[in-house]
């Protein structure tokens, strides 16, 4: 499993950013694929979490109504639209991969086995 994050820059308070993770090596099924990030100086965080089989997700209450995760089954990437971008959002975001995950621990680092190499955001005016 190769994952690959990209999409990320620099952008003003206030703006849109959509993030990307394939996998290079192989289809998502079976896969639950998150987004984390981690700020400055700042633990890795939980940002958002997506399903393969089914589509469902769970998003950080920090970016609810802000981000959203989604997937596109023909061309086997994750995206993460975010909108409303703040200054605190500032940070490395990795897309993550598990194929024996539970919902319950979709927060958790330690749950995945898998990670992309991270892609800058910058929120900055």
């Known amino acids: 499993v190769q994952l690959q994050a990209s999409g990320g820059g620099l952008v003003q308070p206030g703006g849109s950013l959509r993030l990307t993770c394939v996998n290079s090596?192989?289809?998502?099924?079976?896969?639950?694929i998150s987004w984390f990030r981690q700020p400055p100086g700042k633990e890795r965080e939980f940002v958002a979490a997506?399903?393969?089989?089914?589509?469902?997700?769970d998003h950080a209450d920090s970016v609810k109504g802000r981000f959203t995760i989604s997937r596109d089954i023909n061309k086997n990437t994750v995206y993460l639209q975010m909108n409303s971008l703040q200054h605190e959002d500032t940070a490395v975001y990795y897309c993550?991969?598990?194929?024996?995950?539970?919902?319950?621990?979709?927060?958790?680092?330690?749950?995945?086995?898998?990670w992309g190499q991270g892609t800058q955001v910058t929120v900055s005016s």
């Open positions: 993550a991969g598990s194929t024996t995950i539970i919902r319950s621990s979709w927060a958790r680092t330690e749950s995945y086995a898998y």
């Open positions: 090596a192989r289809t998502f099924r079976g896969y639950t």
């Open positions: 997506i399903k393969w089989s089914g589509g469902n997700t």
